[in-house]
């Protein structure tokens, strides 16, 4: 658990261009082997044993109109029971792999368009996982919980056949779970509503776009036997290499993804697959030096950091001994000034003019968008690999009993000049049993589910944060020598954390779903967790002061539950509420927990879940809409990450609607009011904090300290003040798409953003926007051509950055307007 967070570079075009060619080569590969599948199976179809004639085998369904955006479909992904979004008491939003490609979606901060309740603050530029209720949120795949995901990684949108978004918490059928919500991605499938499909079928194409933008995929799915045995198959595979709009980044990546599932009898099936994702990029902290008027206008404080003594390192960079020698350049609070732990008492006196934190040629200059603090030489590496493996047993009476064995590891190196860096070896595997029975009778219809599971996480995770120092480098310049680190994973030495560690997940869950003729309907649900934890500290790369503990074991067990109701009422009414209440380990981006933590038995973690609501269906299914108040808070205040799962409280309403007018008209809407609470800040009346320049206002000249980083204490004496920064209170979005019988369709998305501050601190505001995108298609026989307008008002428009640590000192200005173009061909 990392508590503060803090190969890039340009690439001749020789290079590129070579490395384009072997992507393009190696996908043709792909596909002319994915074209030999589907020419067999388009010959085993029309031959007289076809998998047309089984009784298994179906034509694929296309709902006309609605891109399946309408709440039709049963959806397992919430509580477990297959149920529409309209009959399940919570909170949630599916979005189809149709409004997808309409929309132009491409990354999850393009899905605040789509859901309400999914604003998402930047964790230092990389789209990892939504913030859902204004808090972290997890990711899974199939409906199981994947290793956590702040930043390590961009979650890929275009494998997906559909996303379930999920707020609040999961059932106890998913296991242990964090307070905010989450996505459940559904990879793509060779079913259709539940069997395989009647023919094969496929996908090539070609996105380029602004900032040499260029993305290809396949895809192809579809029935096939070996001997007399049906299988279905789905194949993806998606190549990028791509610019940026900042400097000194870039995006390569390759997406493979695979899915089988066969009937090995009449009652017994296997699904099995996986997804491998490796990607290639930066992290991107935005603008350092953050003033009010480098918002308002770009005006950026200039200047060059002085030396740090050189004590025989020679590397040309600033290492880890040459600045502990110094005892740092980042001191706390004003004491050396007759000062106290907060910003107020700091004051000129604290910095000597001239002294090892003062710049030297300072003064003022406009800062491009494009100059951020990703250098030249950074980078974020990250191969994840995924897999599955299911067995289901469909026996009589409506009885099924479900194996599900799931593998997801992350192998992640995370650089950047400034003074971060990362590396994380880590993997899950699970083992999942559900039970399931359902019937009906006179009364209703009831069914019920038990589920035991084990859940094995192994963490290796080293990161480097000690002297991690955002301004010393001026953007108007680069880096140089005065202001790059010597990083931990470069010598292998120094690490804020090095851990290495496990814990197993020993869990047994129930839930029963009661639908009474009469229209009421009740699902109960209950779950026990054991946790066993070991976690260690490598003395001989994490230095640590005498007498640390340097490994501990625990264990611990946690109870969650849940009770919710919904009625059918006349006029196509349903109001619900729901309760629960969910425990779960707090864990850092890499897997990892504290040895601190797991000595103090502080690794597991409780929230409470409030929910009321009203949902409704008319005209025939064609109009669906959904209003929710709620509120969710942590009940452990003293156990928290600050990357990943803090402890809040967050209160708010969400409403949307989603109306096929007709074949040709798709109508969407979304309202969120979302306000979010630290309470652990409430509890301690102060909050760790990175001093920006707007902090220190009883210092003159912020050139006295730049070339360092202040820090200290925010105050919270109230609760307005504990609001998590960068969350909007209130977002409005909306969607249209209109498609003409000729295979022409347009479609836009809206989203309004109220001003935000930056940081805990609340010193800088970042303004409101609206932005606007927009997209127009041609479809004709087997041919499809998009094009898309992001930002399409060119808005100027900020994402906070890390808020409980870093809101006040950086700040991500996001891209101007661009343009993407797709050309498909369908088989």
């Given at each position: 658990?990392?508590?503060?967070?803090?190969?890039?570079?340009?690439?001749?075009?020789?290079?590129?261009?070579?490395?384009?060619?072997?992507?393009?080569?190696?996908?043709?590969?792909?596909?002319?082997?994915?074209?030999?599948?589907?020419?067999?199976?388009?010959?085993?179809?029309?031959?007289?044993?076809?998998?047309?004639?089984?009784?298994?085998?179906?034509?694929?369904?296309?709902?006309?109109?609605?891109?399946?955006?309408?709440?039709?479909?049963?959806?397992?992904?919430?509580?477990?029971?297959?149920?529409?979004?309209?009959?399940?008491?919570?909170?949630?939003?599916?979005?189809?792999?149709?409004?997808?490609?309409?929309?132009?979606?491409t990354e999850i901060y393009d899905l605040v368009a789509q859901a309400p309740g999914t604003f998402t603050n930047s964790f230092f530029g990389v789209g990892g996982a939504l913030d859902i209720r204004g808090t972290p949120g997890e990711v899974y795949f199939r409906g199981i919980r994947r290793l956590d995901?702040?930043?390590?990684?961009?979650?890929?949108?275009?494998?997906?056949?559909?996303?379930?978004?999920?707020?609040?918490?999961?059932?106890?059928?998913?296991?242990?779970?964090?307070?905010?919500?989450?996505?459940?991605?559904?990879?793509?499938?060779?079913?259709?509503?539940?069997?395989?499909?009647?023919?094969?079928?496929?996908?090539?194409?070609?996105?380029?776009?602004?900032?040499?933008?260029?993305?290809?995929?396949?895809?192809?799915?579809?029935?096939?036997?070996?001997?007399?045995?049906?299988?279905?198959?789905?194949?993806?595979?998606?190549?990028?290499?791509?610019?940026?709009?900042?400097?000194?980044?870039?995006?390569?990546?390759?997406?493979?993804?695979?899915?089988?599932?066969?009937?090995?009898?009449?009652?017994?099936?296997?699904?099995?697959?996986?997804?491998?994702?490796?990607?290639?990029?930066?992290?991107?902290?935005?603008?350092?030096?953050?003033?009010?008027?480098?918002?308002?206008?770009?005006?950026?404080?200039?200047?060059?950091?002085?030396?740090?003594?050189?004590?025989?390192?020679?590397?040309?960079?600033?290492?880890?001994?040459?600045?502990?020698?110094?005892?740092?350049?980042?001191?706390?609070?004003?004491?050396?000034?007759?000062?106290?732990?907060?910003?107020?008492?700091?004051?000129?006196?604290?910095?000597?003019?001239?002294?090892?934190?003062?710049?030297?040629?300072?003064?003022?200059?406009?800062?491009?968008?494009?100059?951020?603090?990703?250098?030249?030489?950074?980078?974020?590496?990250?191969?994840?690999?995924?897999?599955?493996?299911?067995?289901?047993?469909?026996?009589?009476?409506?009885?099924?009993?479900?194996?599900?064995?799931?593998?997801?590891?992350?192998?992640?190196?995370?650089?950047?000049?400034?003074?971060?860096?990362?590396?994380?070896?880590?993997?899950?595997?699970?083992?999942?049993?559900?039970?399931?029975?359902?019937?009906?009778?006179?009364?209703?219809?009831?069914?019920?589910?038990?589920?035991?599971?084990?859940?094995?996480?192994?963490?290796?995770?080293?990161?480097?944060?000690?002297?991690?120092?955002?301004?010393?480098?001026?953007?108007?310049?680069?880096?140089?020598?005065?202001?790059?680190?010597?990083?931990?994973?470069?010598?292998?030495?120094?690490?804020?954390?090095?851990?290495?560690?496990?814990?197993?997940?020993?869990?047994?869950?129930?839930?029963?779903?009661?639908?009474?003729?009469?229209?009421?309907?009740?699902?109960?649900?209950?779950?026990?967790?054991?946790?066993?934890?070991?976690?260690?500290?490598?003395?001989?790369?994490?230095?640590?002061?005498?007498?640390?503990?340097?490994?501990?074991?625990?264990?611990?067990?946690?109870?969650?539950?849940?009770?919710?109701?919904?009625?059918?009422?006349?006029?196509?009414?349903?109001?619900?509420?729901?309760?629960?209440?969910?425990?779960?380990?707090?864990?850092?981006?890499?897997?990892?927990?504290?040895?601190?933590?797991?000595?103090?038995?502080?690794?597991?973690?409780?929230?409470?879940?409030?929910?009321?609501?009203?949902?409704?269906?008319?005209?025939?299914?064609?109009?669906?809409?959904?209003?929710?108040?709620?509120?969710?808070?942590?009940?452990?205040?003293?156990?928290?990450?600050?990357?990943?799962?803090?402890?809040?409280?967050?209160?708010?309403?969400?409403?949307?609607?989603?109306?096929?007018?007709n074949k040709h008209l798709l109508l969407t809407g979304a309202y969120t009011n979302t306000r979010v609470y630290n309470l652990s800040y409430l509890d301690a009346g102060t909050a760790f904090s990175f001093f920006g320049i707007e902090d220190l206002k009883n210092v003159t000249n912020p050139a006295l300290?730049?070339?360092?980083?202040?820090?200290?204490?925010?105050?919270?004496?109230?609760?307005?003040?504990?609001?998590?920064?960068?969350?909007?209170?209130?977002?409005?979005?909306?969607?249209?798409?209109?498609?003409?019988?000729?295979?022409?369709?347009?479609?836009?998305?809206?989203?309004?953003?109220?001003?935000?501050?930056?940081?805990?601190?609340?010193?800088?505001?970042?303004?409101?926007?609206?932005?606007?995108?927009?997209?127009?298609?041609?479809?004709?026989?087997?041919?499809?051509?998009?094009?898309?307008?992001?930002?399409?008002?060119?808005?100027?428009?900020?994402?906070?950055?890390?808020?409980?640590?870093?809101?006040?000192?950086?700040?991500?200005?996001?891209?101007?307007?661009?343009?993407?173009?797709?050309?498909?061909?369908?088989?």
């Amino acid at each position: 658990m990392k508590n503060m967070k803090s190969v890039g570079g340009a690439m001749d075009a020789a290079r590129k261009s070579h490395q384009i060619r072997r992507s393009l080569m190696a996908l043709a590969a792909g596909l002319l082997a994915s074209t030999a599948i589907t020419s067999v199976a388009r010959a085993q179809a029309a031959a007289p044993a076809a998998a047309s004639e089984s009784p298994t085998a179906v034509d694929e369904v296309i709902v006309t109109g609605s891109l399946g955006a309408l709440p039709l479909k049963n959806v397992g992904s919430i509580f477990g029971f297959d149920k529409t979004i309209l009959e399940t008491p919570r909170s949630a939003s599916t979005i189809s792999q149709e409004q997808i490609e309409r929309f132009g979606v491409t990354e999850i901060y393009d899905l605040v368009a789509q859901a309400p309740g999914t604003f998402t603050n930047s964790f230092f530029g990389v789209g990892g996982a939504l913030d859902i209720r204004g808090t972290p949120g997890e990711v899974y795949f199939r409906g199981i919980r994947r290793l956590d995901n702040a930043g390590n990684y961009p979650t890929p949108i275009g494998a997906s056949d559909r996303i379930d978004i999920v707020r609040g918490p999961a059932s106890p059928i998913y296991g242990p779970s964090k307070t905010g919500g989450y996505m459940n991605f559904v990879p793509k499938s060779a079913r259709v509503n539940g069997a395989l499909m009647s023919s094969p079928a496929g996908e090539i194409s070609y996105t380029t776009g602004s900032w040499d933008k260029g993305v290809l995929t396949a895809q192809v799915r579809g029935p096939a036997t070996i001997g007399e045995k049906e299988f279905g198959y789905s194949l993806y595979a998606e190549v990028e290499d791509s610019g940026s709009y900042y400097r000194n980044m870039s995006t390569k990546q390759t997406i493979l993804q695979a899915s089988f599932d066969s009937n090995i009898t009449d009652n017994l099936r296997i699904e099995f697959g996986g997804m491998y994702h490796k990607y290639d990029g930066q992290q991107n902290g935005g603008w350092n030096r953050l003033t009010q008027a480098l918002v308002d206008n770009g005006t950026y404080i200039t200047g060059t950091a002085k030396a740090v003594p050189d004590i025989g390192t020679p590397d040309g960079k600033i290492s880890y001994a040459e600045l502990a020698a110094i005892g740092g350049l980042g001191p706390f609070g004003g004491f050396a000034c007759g000062g106290n732990v907060f910003a107020a008492s700091i004051t000129n006196g604290c910095f000597p003019a001239g002294g090892a934190m003062a710049l030297t040629s300072s003064g003022t200059a406009k800062l491009s968008r494009k100059d951020t603090l990703t250098g030249v030489n950074d980078f974020l590496r990250n191969e994840q690999t995924t897999g599955y493996f299911d067995i289901i047993y469909a026996g009589p009476n409506d009885f099924e009993i479900k194996n599900q064995l799931f593998y997801d590891k992350t192998e992640n190196l995370n650089e950047n000049a400034y003074g971060f860096s990362q590396s994380v070896d880590s993997y899950v595997i699970e083992d999942k049993i559900v039970a399931s029975q359902s019937f009906t009778n006179a009364m209703g219809k009831f069914a019920y589910q038990i589920s035991p599971s084990i859940r094995y996480t192994n963490f290796h995770f080293g990161d480097d944060f000690t002297y991690e120092y955002f301004h010393r480098v001026d953007l108007t310049e680069g880096y140089t020598p005065l202001s790059t680190r010597l990083l931990s994973t470069q010598c292998d030495c120094s690490y804020s954390d090095y851990l290495t560690g496990h814990y197993t997940d020993y869990g047994l869950a129930g839930l029963a779903d009661m639908a009474f003729d009469f229209g009421l309907d009740v699902t109960l649900g209950a779950r026990y967790d054991k946790t066993d934890v070991v976690s260690t500290i490598d003395p001989t790369r994490q230095p640590v002061a005498a007498g640390t503990l340097l490994s501990a074991s625990n264990s611990k067990g946690a109870w969650s539950w849940t009770a919710s109701a919904n009625y059918k009422l006349p006029f196509g009414l349903i109001p619900y509420v729901t309760a629960s209440k969910q425990s779960t380990m707090v864990v850092g981006e890499g897997a990892e927990v504290l040895v601190a933590d797991v000595s103090g038995n502080s690794f597991i973690a409780a929230s409470n879940l409030y929910e009321g609501g009203i949902k409704g269906s008319w005209l025939d299914g064609t109009l669906y809409g959904a209003v929710s108040v709620y509120k969710q808070n942590r009940t452990d205040h003293n156990v928290q990450s600050s990357v990943t799962n803090q402890s809040v409280e967050t209160k708010g309403l969400e409403a949307e609607f989603r109306w096929s007018v007709n074949k040709h008209l798709l109508l969407t809407g979304a309202y969120t009011n979302t306000r979010v609470y630290n309470l652990s800040y409430l509890d301690a009346g102060t909050a760790f904090s990175f001093f920006g320049i707007e902090d220190l206002k009883n210092v003159t000249n912020p050139a006295l300290y730049l070339g360092g980083q202040p820090l200290g204490l925010v105050p919270v004496f109230n609760r307005e003040a504990s609001r998590r920064a960068g969350i909007p209170e209130n977002v409005i979005s909306g969607t249209a798409t209109y498609a003409f019988d000729n295979g022409l369709a347009f479609a836009a998305s809206a989203s309004h953003v109220e001003a935000v501050w930056s940081g805990q601190s609340q010193v800088v505001r970042l303004p409101a926007y609206t932005l606007v995108d927009l997209s127009a298609s041609y479809k004709k026989d087997r041919w499809l051509f998009r094009a898309v307008v992001k930002n399409a008002t060119d808005a100027t428009y900020f994402r906070a950055n890390f808020t409980e640590l870093f809101g006040s000192t950086i700040v991500l200005p996001e891209k101007p307007r661009s343009f993407q173009a797709t050309v498909a061909y369908s088989f």
